[in-house]
């Protein structure tokens, strides 16, 4: 991973913005060359490969040639069908997982592992199940070792922001879904990370809550200005949350279309209403819907197969 070259370090400063809202956003369009970004990207992702061995020397492939970015201050989502590498994507530019060819750069320095500039949350719920919801909060924080009185004065003001005041000393497991995911949201933000990666965060929940949730965080990012790169199933959550979308192809996931939303950053719900909104929903539904002009004919359900697999000769 990283091609060998010099890592972002560990902290980094959190996105401003204007009281209004958001900073401007970058025109994108032109690809960074090797070891640097393009000015204005927080996150660029050129020619992204990724395999995983499947065993005796055969590999699966799951991301081939991912081109993206991702302007500082703007919240992308990335949709696609399940099994087409969206959270192995997320995880990558988390520094979770090693890619096999192409560039992750953060603020124009490559990924070469976890850090505090980037806040995770993951697709199944991933509390501490042994610590209190504001341990849980602080976890980020004791790691990078952040005195007590300061780290207790952020945990204070991260679970005011995340509505969960009341519930400082309860454990996960006496909460909703919605209020772990609220937690979890909470820790992400907690080392204030300039990029907040969200995999599929409200797909567990509730068409209620999950409507709540998308307030809140679209409330999240216009207050913290913060970068986001999102992976969701949910079409109308997309348009309704993002700047701009990716629609990934399936087996192996290629960017097969980047849409941009025009409802601005001050957007309401009464947006869903919008004929534009509904006419991007029907636009996306038949992208994700409608075979790729190299899928085989023999009927792929978008899953990986054993058999969709190759072998490297070593
Ligand atoms: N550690 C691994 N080892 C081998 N194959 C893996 C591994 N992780 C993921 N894969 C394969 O890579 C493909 C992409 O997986 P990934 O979890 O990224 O998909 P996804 O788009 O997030 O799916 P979903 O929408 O269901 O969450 C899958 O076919 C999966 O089987
Ligand atoms: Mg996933």
Redesign the pocket.
Known sequence: MGQGLTGRSAMANTVTADDSGHPEHSSAGEHPSAGEGVVGHKLDIVGLEKD?E?GRGRF?R?LDGIDLHVDTGEFVCIL?A???????LLNIVAGLEHHTAGQVLVDGEPVVGPGADRGMVF?AYSLYPWRTVAENVAFGLECAGMAKAERSERVRELLGVVGLSNFADVLPKKLSGGMRQRVAIARALAPRPDLLLLD?PFGALDAQTKRSMQEFIHLVWRRTGSTILM?T?DIAEAVYLSDRIYVLTSRPGRVGAEIPIPFGADRAPRVKRDPRFLDLLDEIEDMLHSPRPDDDPSGHDG??HPDDTYEVLV
């Open positions: 995983f499947s699966t799951a696609g399940s099994g087409c590498g969206k959270s192995t697709q599929e992976v199933h899953e990986l």
